[in-house]
C-alpha cells in the first residue's frame, strides 16, 4: 500500500490569511493526487484533481502544487466558507487517504 | 443528474452481518470502477473496497479482507458491500463513491451515506 500522511493535523487561520496543507506519500503517486473538502455531516467534495487541477465549480482561490511524493494545497485568501477538513488522497494504487487537516478560524 | 444513494444501514450485534447497498443514476453505471469509503464517528476517510467495472478486478483494505464483500449488477445500477464478522471497529458511515482519480474531469461522485451501528 502506498500510504499518505497529512500536516499539520490542524490549523487555525484569520479570514483573508494564505493557508497551506502538505501531504506526504510513502513512495511516487506520480501524478494521481487528489485534494477532498469535508464540511460536518457532509459527504467530502473533491477540490483538486491530478495534483493542480481545479474541479468544475471550485473557487480559484483553492490551488494544488507537487509531484512525486510530496503535495500541497493552498486557499490563497481563506474565507469563513472554507472552514472544514481536508483529505489528500492518492490513487496511484489502491486508494489511500491522507488523516486530514482541520480547519478553523480565529 | 448523476446520484448515488446507499442503504442498508442499521444497529447491529458485534459478530453480526449487514447488507449495504447502492443505487446510481443519471450516468453509465457499468462503465465506471465504484467504491466504498467509510468514515468512523470523529475520525478520517477510510478507502475499503473498489470493483472494476465487469467486476473482474476487487480490491480490499487490510482492515476488512476476508470479512467483506463488495458486488454490483451493472443491469440494477447497483453496487453492494456484504459485511460480515462486524465489531465495534466497523461502526461508521459507508459511502458509495465514484472516485474520479486522475480521470476527474468526468466527475466525482459520492453518495450521503449509510450509518452502521455496531453495538450490543
Known amino acids: 500500500d502506498i500510504q499518505m500522511t497529512q500536516s499539520p493535523p490542524s490549523l487555525s487561520a484569520s479570514v483573508g490569511d494564505r493557508v497551506t496543507f502538505s501531504c506526504r506519500a510513502s513512495?511516487?503517486?506520480?501524478?494521481?493526487v487528489s485534494w477532498y473538502q469535508q464540511k460536518p455531516g457532509r459527504a467530502p467534495q473533491l477540490l483538486i484533481y491530478?495534483?493542480?487541477t481545479l474541479h468544475s465549480g471550485v473557487p480559484s482561490r483553492f490551488s494544488g502544487s507537487g509531484s512525486g511524493t510530496e503535495f500541497t494545497l493552498t486557499i490563497t485568501s481563506l474565507q469563513p466558507e472554507d472552514v472544514a477538513t481536508y483529505y489528500c488522497?492518492?490513487?496511484?494504487?489502491?486508494?489511500?487517504f491522507g488523516p486530514g487537516s482541520k480547519l478553523e478560524i480565529k | 443528474e448523476v446520484q448515488l444513494v446507499e442503504s442498508g444501514g442499521d444497529l447491529v450485534q458485534p459478530g453480526g452481518a449487514l447488507r449495504l447497498s447502492c443505487i446510481a443514476s443519471?450516468?453509465?453505471?457499468?462503465?465506471?470502477?465504484m467504491n466504498w469509503v467509510r468514515q468512523a464517528p470523529g475520525k478520517g476517510l477510510e478507502w475499503i473496497s473498489s470493483?472494476?467495472?465487469?467486476?473482474?478486478?476487487?480490491y480490499y483494505a487490510d482492515s476488512v479482507k476476508g470479512r467483506f464483500t463488495v458486488s454490483r449488477d451493472n443491469d440494477k445500477m447497483s453496487l453492494y458491500l456484504q459485511v460480515n464478522s462486524l465489531r465495534g471497529d466497523d461502526t461508521a458511515i459507508y459511502y458509495c463513491?465514484?472516485?474520479?482519480?486522475?480521470?476527474?474531469?468526468?466527475?466525482?461522485?459520492w453518495g450521503p451515506g449509510t450509518l452502521v451501528t455496531v453495538s450490543s
Open positions: 463513491a465514484r472516485l474520479g482519480g486522475i480521470g476527474a474531469r468526468r466527475g466525482d461522485y
Open positions: 443519471g450516468f453509465n453505471f457499468s462503465d465506471f470502477t
Open positions: 470493483i472494476t467495472t465487469s467486476s473482474l478486478t476487487i
Open positions: 513512495q511516487s503517486v506520480s501524478g494521481h
Open positions: 491530478a495534483v493542480s
Open positions: 488522497l492518492q490513487t496511484y494504487s489502491t486508494p489511500f
